[in-house]
């Protein structure tokens, strides 16, 4: 019999967090007992899993006394607060929040990409940005074929990805602007609703964002090349749900279109949908609540002859968070 395990999910009532008590249950992780914990403010709610109704804790320093493996999704604060102490009592923590993951004793994982560094942590494991992971899903089988030279990434990045209120604002703004209403802006720094945002995160003094310096940081720690040049935008868009990548990628061998897409095809973790003639290409409606990566309009730069194009498009939520980091804890067994 595998083994089981005593789990905790730290922000259980979060958006992350509930996707990952459903892929735990959707995956049957071995779980022996499962411990949602939340602030003050979730206590006594009660969360369905396995067909029973399992009430929220609240967090503190004695919520880890006989857990072996805690999921965090509760912001980088709590982490840091939280997570040595959940280490101290004998837990495994994957983390989602960006607390450690340039911590060079933390291992910065995307299970299709790195797995090997998996056991490597010394109690702490980090989950990567969620628009790193898709972008690195896609992109490291094509590396190991031609090592990858340089990324332009732009980002189209549903509201989810800020967080349960995010969504309510797309809502509420929409709603109004239809009616001929205005709706302040609180989530964002300006009204989300049929507008794209290019700002996500704050802005340091080379006038990037947090946001774009993660997708180039964290892409050469988990592809464990520090040469690889990534320029990124990050651009917040009126979707609910669901990242999607304009990717142009140079390698130092030519790149072939379709040797690329055969490839990909065969890649754990990705689906190819590139049928131009058939309009079909990769969507945030058509991913989301689904665990893959899409790539599609793969094509070559026609001014280099080492450079492709391609779109990507992964749910936030799911491998963009969640299944990652469950995918990371059934890499620890």
Request: a negative charge; glycine letters at 8%.
């Amino acid at each position: 019999m595998a083994k089981q395990y005593n789990v905790a999910v730290v922000g259980a009532t979060g958006m992350v967090g509930m996707a990952m008590r459903q892929i735990l249950e959707e995956r049957d992780f071995p779980v022996a007992e499962l411990r949602l914990l939340a602030s003050v403010r979730s206590r006594g709610k009660r969360l369905p899993y396995r067909g029973e109704e399992l009430e929220v804790q609240v967090l503190d320093e004695d919520s880890f006394q006989g857990i072996e493996l805690a999921l965090f999704s509760a912001g980088g604060g709590i982490s840091r607060q939280f997570a040595p102490i959940a280490v101290q009592a004998g837990a495994v923590v994957i983390d989602n929040s960006s607390a450690f993951r340039m911590d060079e004793d933390v291992p910065l994982v995307v299970p299709e990409v790195n797995p090997e560094d998996i056991p490597k942590h010394r109690g702490i494991i980090a989950n990567p940005n969620c628009s790193t992971i898709q972008m690195v899903v896609a992109l490291a089988p094509l590396h190991r074929l031609w090592r990858l030279r340089k990324v332009i990434v732009s980002t189209y990045q549903g509201v989810t990805g800020a967080g349960l209120e995010a969504g309510g604002e797309l809502a509420d703004q929409s709603f109004a602007m239809l009616r001929g209403e205005r709706r302040r802006a609180e989530v964002f720094p300006h009204t989300i609703a049929f507008n794209v945002i290019p700002h996500i995160g704050p802005f340091d003094q080379t006038g990037f964002t947090v946001e774009e310096t993660k997708l180039t940081n964290e892409t050469k720690k988990i592809m464990g090349d520090e040469t690889i040049m990534v320029v990124a935008t990050a651009v917040r868009v009126p979707v609910f749900r669901g990242h999607s990548e304009a990717v142009h990628a140079e390698f130092d061998l030519v790149a072939d279109p379709a040797l690329a897409r055969d490839v990909l095809a065969s890649s754990p973790g990705v689906e190819i949908v590139d049928d131009v003639g058939r309009a079909r290409y990769p969507m945030p409606l058509d991913a989301a609540g689904r665990d893959l990566t899409y790539v599609g309009r793969i094509r070559r730069d026609p001014s280099c002859d080492r450079a492709l194009c391609m779109w990507i498009v992964s749910d936030n939520l799911r491998k963009g968070a969640a299944l990652n980091a469950v995918q990371i804890a059934e890499g620890l067994g």
